[in-house]
Every structure is written in structure tokens, then in C-alpha cells.
């Protein structure tokens, strides 16, 4: 049996506060937003996006700057149409920082102190929940002290929310960081449209089980209207859990929810909606005459080999970078690439340094790293390029461009944007993408060399059909690929997600 609920009960205060306001959004100006700070679409997600910067660099406007990704891309404009607001953390630990704007966007921070940090991002977030739903590759560790935090921080953010919204606001809740707030917000304030969109896979409910607030976190996400997630099956897993954790009669993906009267307070509806890129945004620097020469010059740097292959990722144990290494090495070893013909670049963006998990494994892949150099390396030539640094968009896809062949070898990824945004950035349609059954992406990407990143042998020849395919047979996989993604841009799924929820769902009590 889970925990009752804690005693913080403030968001109940704060709906007083908020619907007295919200009254007075009636009276709200043209673009959705009332003189009391009340929104009618609100985004809620643990990081704002914005990342803190010093003055002279680029794009950086009164100490921010807006962080990378397609989310934030997607978002925008529809932030700016209708003065929609951002709640998130701001990046930094013990500081209040009050709401600001940036780059026409309403921001609303939410205080995390260092405490929370190690508890609740550090510890449930990403000790517990981020190995738990990604097939236990690291074993989670269930701690109640970290429970408690990850409640106490939910219950921050759904009252920052329920103070900025306006009466029927939409709210979009963003991943695994944030699944109790739903619930929060449905108590505080029935009159919402909840959406939340989980970026990460969602366990079988064999996996789920072991989770001692498994019932908790079910009802918290059955909280919104709509729960999208990025592959058919992660909303299946869903939905048995909801079934088996909580009795739930689930019907075509849909569940009537209760209230404690026993009646029926809303429809929880369960939905795939495969995130993308900015398509655009990658297109046009794909073809920007400094973005094609830095490529060259990657090139020219490497000594010209006859393939470039790349791995990017974030240094994650679940992105599959020691298989990756170790296929490589075995070619190596086996004579079928040389250091003179080939080689690997490995980008490792630094990520969650101080989760025991990821010290662990940036010593296992650095030390595999110096081993492969420094039994192929030669004067000239080094088998490995290994980068722990995060490199902006338009170095990123200079080195899309200087790949031949592209490594994507996850054990298991919510989605895979570097599949994508590779794909995308061949826009003379060559090159060839390796990419692991068990990343979302393999779901639209059905022309990559998809494969099972645990089958080192498999894998090696992947690899090797990949360096020796036919430019025809490229070009035949490149097109397909690039044409899925061209035609599913970021836009495109953020904007089927809001058409679903605000959707009116007919009941179906039979
Ligand atoms: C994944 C998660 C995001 C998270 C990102 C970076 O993509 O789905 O929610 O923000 O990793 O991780 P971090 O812990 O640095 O926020």
C-alpha cells in the first residue's frame, strides 16, 4: 500500500487565490492573459528552457538564452499566440528567481533547493524512475526519503500552475519528473484541460510492479485527459498497469476516472504521439555554406579517412555507448576497418555527473576509449575521437554531415532525436543510420539498419553492411527516412497533441 498523501495541502489555498483571480480573467486582453498573470495555456516541465549564459555569448539576452531542442521550438509559437506560460525549474539550486520573459515567452520558476536536487532530481528522478523505466538497465534504488522529495516537489509545481492558470486554461505537463502533478492539479482545479506527455518509455507493468508507489504514480497520471507517450506500446504498458495496479476498467485506451464520491470525473485517455525535430531549423543550417565547410573540415582534421562514423549522445548507460565500443573494437581487432580507413567519432555530452550510475560509466567507456587508442592508434591516425563536451546545433550538424554512418545503439530510448535530426541533416540523401530496434525512433524509421544492440556479432556486421552499402541502396533508405520525417515535424506533434485533448470524448458507459 502506497503512503497517504502529504500533509502539504497548499495548491488547495492557492486554487482560492487562483479562481478569484481567475474571475477577473474574464476580462482577459486578446492574447489569453489577464494584468493578474493568468494564462490560458500553461507548459509545465522540470527545466525551463532557458539556461543561464554570460553576456558575450551568442544569444544570450539579460543572462539567458534559450536551451537547445525541439520542444521549446515547437511550443513558441504557440506561446506567443496565445501568451502562454513556461513553469520550471531555472537551473539553479537554492535561488529564487521571479517570473521574467525571454524571447516572448512568459517564464514562471519554481525554486529547487539542494536538497531537492539530490531527493527528487537526482535521486527519484533519476536513481529510481529513469533506470525503472528503461528495462532496469541500472538497477533503480527505492528510497521513501526520495519519494517524500519527488511529492513535495510535484505538489511545488502544480501549485505554481494553479496560480498562474485562468479559469479552463489548458495546462501541458511534461515527463517522468512530473507524473503526480496531474492529479494535483485535477483536486485543485476541475475546471483545467490536463495533458502530459511522458518523453521516456513507459514500463511493462512486470518491470512497473517492483515500484512501492507504483499506485500512486498511476492515479497521478490518470489525473489528465489525455496521456500521450512516444510508441504505441509504452501506452499499452500504461494501461495495464492502470488495470492491474489500480482495478481500472480500461476500455479502447480510455478510463472513466473516479472521485471519491464513486462518480466519474473524467475520461483518462492513453495515446501515442511520436515526438520529432525542427525540421526546418536542421534543413537550413544542413545547407549553410559555414555549416558545409566545418563539415569539410572535420573531415580534413581526421586525415581524410574513407568513413567517418559518429556516435552523439548524452553519457546515458542506456544509450548503448560500451556496446558500440566494444563492436568496434572487435572490428579493429578482426582487421575488417583500420585506423587508416576509419573513424569513430564519439560525442559524450556530460549529463547527471553526480548519479553514481554515470560516474560509473564514464570511467567504464573513458577507460575503454584509452584502451582502443592506445592499442590502434598511430602517429596519424586515432580509432577513437571521443568528446565529452555538448557542442551547439550547427557543429552538431556539421558532424551529421561529415558521417558516413551514423551509430544510434541505445538499450532503450523514449524516441532518439540524434536519428532524427541526422536523417534530416542528409539532404543529399547518403549516409547510412544504425539505430537500435529499442529506440521509439525504430517505430517510424523503418529504412535504418535497425538491429539488437546486445548481438555484438550482430551488431559488427550491421555496421560493416552500413560502411560498405551501395550509394543507390543509401539513397533508396535515405529518401524513405527523410520523407517520414520531413512530413511529421516537431510542429506537427505538438499540434495533434493539443487537437487530442481538446477534443470533446464521447462516453461510452456500455
Ligand atoms: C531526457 C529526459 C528529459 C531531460 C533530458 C536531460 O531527454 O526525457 O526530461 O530533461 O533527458 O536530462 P536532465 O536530467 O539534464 O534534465
Redesign the pocket.
Known amino acids: 500500500m502506497e503512503a497517504p498523501e502529504s500533509a502539504d495541502h497548499s495548491a488547495k489555498h492557492t486554487t482560492k487565490a487562483g479562481h478569484t483571480a481567475s474571475a477577473s480573467a474574464k476580462n482577459s486582453d486578446a492574447k489569453g492573459t489577464d494584468a493578474a498573470g493568468h494564462f490560458d495555456f500553461i507548459v509545465v516541465s522540470?527545466?525551463l528552457p532557458v539556461d543561464r549564459c554570460s553576456a558575450d555569448e551568442a544569444g544570450c539576452e539579460d543572462g539567458w538564452r534559450r536551451s537547445p531542442g525541439g520542444l521549446v521550438t515547437a511550443l513558441a509559437p504557440m506561446m506567443t499566440k496565445t501568451d502562454g506560460a513556461w513553469v520550471g525549474w531555472h537551473g539553479a539550486p537554492d535561488e529564487t528567481v521571479e517570473p521574467f520573459s525571454h524571447g516572448g515567452i512568459d517564464l514562471i520558476p519554481v525554486q529547487l533547493s539542494t536538497n531537492d536536487i539530490e531527493l527528487f532530481y537526482e535521486g527519484f528522478s533519476?536513481a529510481t524512475l529513469w533506470p525503472l523505466y528503461h528495462d532496469v538497465i541500472a538497477p533503480p534504488e527505492f528510497h521513501r526519503a526520495w519519494w517524500d522529495s519527488y511529492r513535495r516537489v510535484n505538489r511545488r509545481f502544480a501549485d505554481a500552475v494553479v496560480q498562474h492558470a485562468a479559469e479552463g486554461a489548458t495546462v501541458w505537463v511534461q515527463?517522468y519528473?512530473l507524473q503526480l502533478v496531474p492529479k494535483m492539479l485535477r483536486e485543485a482545479r476541475p475546471d483545467l484541460k490536463i495533458g502530459f506527455f511522458n518523453?521516456?518509455p513507459f514500463p511493462p507493468p512486470e518491470i512497473f510492479a517492483q515500484l512501492p508507489w507504483r499506485r500512486a504514480i498511476i492515479d497521478g497520471l490518470l489525473g489528465a485527459d489525455l496521456v500521450g507517450f512516444q510508441r504505441s506500446s509504452d501506452a499499452g504498458n500504461f494501461m495495464r498497469s492502470a488495470r492491474r495496479f489500480l482495478g481500472a476498467s480500461v476500455k479502447q485506451q480510455q478510463v472513466h476516472v473516479k472521485g471519491n464520491d464513486g462518480d466519474t470525473t473524467h475520461i483518462a485517455r492513453a495515446q501515442a504521439f511520436p515526438i520529432s525535430i525542427d525540421v526546418k531549423q536542421i534543413t537550413e543550417l544542413a545547407q549553410r555554406p559555414d555549416v558545409v565547410e566545418r563539415a569539410q573540415q572535420i573531415r580534413r582534421d581526421l586525415g581524410n579517412p574513407k568513413t567517418i562514423l559518429l556516435g552523439v549522445d548524452?553519457l546515458d548507460y542506456t544509450k548503448g555507448i560500451r556496446h558500440r565500443l566494444k563492436a568496434y573494437e572487435e572490428l579493429l581487432q578482426d582487421g575488417k576497418v583500420t585506423v587508416e580507413d576509419a573513424s569513430l567519432i564519439q560525442v559524450a555530452s556530460p549529463?547527471?555527473e553526480r548519479v553514481e550510475q554515470y560516474r560509473l560509466l564514464r570511467e567504464e567507456v573513458e577507460g575503454t576509449v584509452g584502451h582502443i587508442n592506445g592499442t590502434y592508434d598511430t602517429m596519424q591516425n586515432t580509432a577513437v575521437r571521443y568528446l565529452h563536451h555538448s557542442y551547439p546545433i550547427e557543429e552538431m550538424v556539421s558532424l551529421y554531415l561529415a558521417a558516413d554512418v551514423m551509430l544510434v545503439t541505445a538499450l532503450r530510448d523514449?524516441m532518439n532525436l540524434v536519428a532524427k535530426e541526422y536523417v534530416t541533416a542528409r539532404t543529399n540523401n547518403d549516409g547510412a543510420l544504425v539505430l537500435s530496434e529499442f529506440a521509439g525512433a525504430a517505430d517510424q524509421l523503418k529504412q535504418a539498419m535497425l538491429m539488437n544492440p546486445h548481438d555484438i556479432d550482430g551488431l559488427k556486421d550491421t555496421i560493416m553492411k552500413a560502411v560498405n552499402m551501395q550509394p543507390a541502396e543509401a539513397s533508396r533508405r535515405m529518401r524513405a527516412m527523410r520523407k517520414q520525417i520531413l512530413d511529421h515535424d516537431v510542429d506537427l506533434w505538438s499540434s495533434d497533441f493539443l487537437k487530442a485533448l481538446a477534443e470533446k470524448v464521447v462516453r461510452d458507459d456500455s
Open positions: 522540470n527545466r533519476n515527463d519528473q518523453h521516456i548524452r549529463s547527471r523514449g
